[in-house]
């Protein structure tokens, strides 16, 4: 087996990906683990509040999709007063509008915005025979146009 490398040939970066944007990428991927975690915790209450360590054992295998479901079902049958369940569950929704985002920025390639200083996602994906393509210039899609 091979070792790691002692380089930092994975924390090289692209000139066009600043320090900054770094940052504002950790922050976000860092609040969706706070928030993934908080979602456990509230799973493990609705479940009985017994050992979280068993409750973050059996939701492990789950995505935060996955997790972010099972919360919002749990809590239509717990007997959690109601308007904490709307509260919980309304928090839920407005955080998951940031979850596009997230998946960018753990799975895309960023290439130049077109505001200075700005960087866009770019993604191809083909379902059902269907191409989309975003982030590129119609220009830079000439290679897909036949």
Known sequence: MGTCPQDNS???KPSLITEDHFRAFGAIVHQFAR???LIGII??????????GVTAIAI???SYSQKSDALKTLLKIVSFPQT????IIDYVISFNC???LRNDIAHRIWNIGTRPGSIKAIEASSRGGKIKIRG???DELRLYDR
Do not use: M, Y
């Open 10 to 12: 994975l924390t090289r």
């Open 35 to 37: 928030f993934e975690v």
């Open 43 to 52: 799973i493990n209450r609705a479940l009985g509040g017994r050992q979280f």
């Open 60 to 62: 492990s295998g789950l």
């Open 84 to 87: 904490q369940n709307e509260i």
């Open 98 to 100: 940031h979850s596009a």
């Open 136 to 138: 590129t210039q119609p």
